[in-house]
């Protein structure tokens, strides 16, 4: 958290400029910019709900690091493998609406890559790579909500197997 004007509504502005790489696009008071992590996002991820008044919730600068810790943290409590999947909130450019995906995990293959495996109708697929850590990060919210100050939401069942796998959901420079 950092500490912003709760009584200016343009306070965290300095913040998204610091927290960008890049400014791609400016709208009124709204900034599409693009993160040191390579994230594409509205003011550079820089919320102001779901927190207290005069604060600001900026993006871990390590997520994948936050996860390993989360994950080694239930190893080491509970004794079990677990993947983790931390996600935020995200716009969708000429889209409605909001949807969460993951911006880090840890313990899991984030992208399935489908390329060279045959669809159901024995067609080649010759892109297909699903981000399944966004899926899972969806499916999470729905349980979790938006405001419902619910933190976490387990998955089970899922098919993806667990693995030692580094950062494969971001697009590589």
């Given at each position: 958290?950092v500490p912003?004007?709760?009584?200016?509504?343009?306070?965290?502005k300095?913040?998204?400029?610091?927290?960008?790489?890049?400014?791609?696009r400016r709208?009124g008071?709204l900034?599409?910019t693009?993160t040191v992590?390579?994230?594409?996002?509205?003011?550079?991820?820089?919320d102001?709900?779901?927190?207290?008044?005069g604060s600001?919730?900026l993006?871990?600068e390590?997520?994948?690091?936050?996860?390993?810790?989360?994950?080694d943290?239930?190893?080491?409590?509970?004794?079990?493998?677990?993947g983790?999947?931390i996600?935020?909130?995200?716009?969708?450019?000429w889209?409605r609406?909001?949807t969460d995906?993951?911006?880090?995990?840890?313990?899991?293959?984030?992208v399935?890559?489908?390329r060279?495996?045959?669809?159901?109708?024995?067609?080649?697929?010759?892109?297909?790579?699903?981000?399944?850590?966004d899926?899972?990060?969806?499916?999470?919210?729905?349980?979790?909500?938006k405001s419902?100050?619910?933190?976490?939401?387990?998955v089970?069942?899922?098919?993806?197997?667990?693995?030692?796998?580094?950062?494969?959901?971001?697009?590589r420079r």
């Amino acid at each position: 958290m950092v500490p912003v004007d709760p009584h200016d509504p343009l306070s965290h502005k300095p913040l998204v400029e610091r927290e960008a790489v890049r400014v791609l696009r400016r709208r009124g008071d709204l900034l599409l910019t693009e993160t040191v992590h390579g994230f594409v996002c509205a003011n550079s991820g820089i919320d102001l709900s779901n927190v207290e008044r005069g604060s600001a919730a900026l993006l871990p600068e390590d997520p994948d690091r936050s996860a390993r810790r989360i994950r080694d943290a239930i190893a080491g409590r509970a004794g079990v493998a677990v993947g983790v999947v931390i996600s935020d909130t995200f716009g969708r450019p000429w889209r409605r609406g909001v949807t969460d995906v993951a911006i880090g995990c840890a313990g899991l293959r984030p992208v399935v890559d489908l390329r060279g495996t045959t669809d159901s109708f024995g067609q080649e697929l010759r892109v297909t790579e699903v981000a399944v850590v966004d899926e899972i990060a969806a499916a999470a919210e729905l349980v979790m909500g938006k405001s419902s100050g619910t933190p976490v939401a387990i998955v089970r069942a899922h098919r993806v197997a667990l693995h030692r796998g580094r950062r494969a959901h971001r697009r590589r420079r």
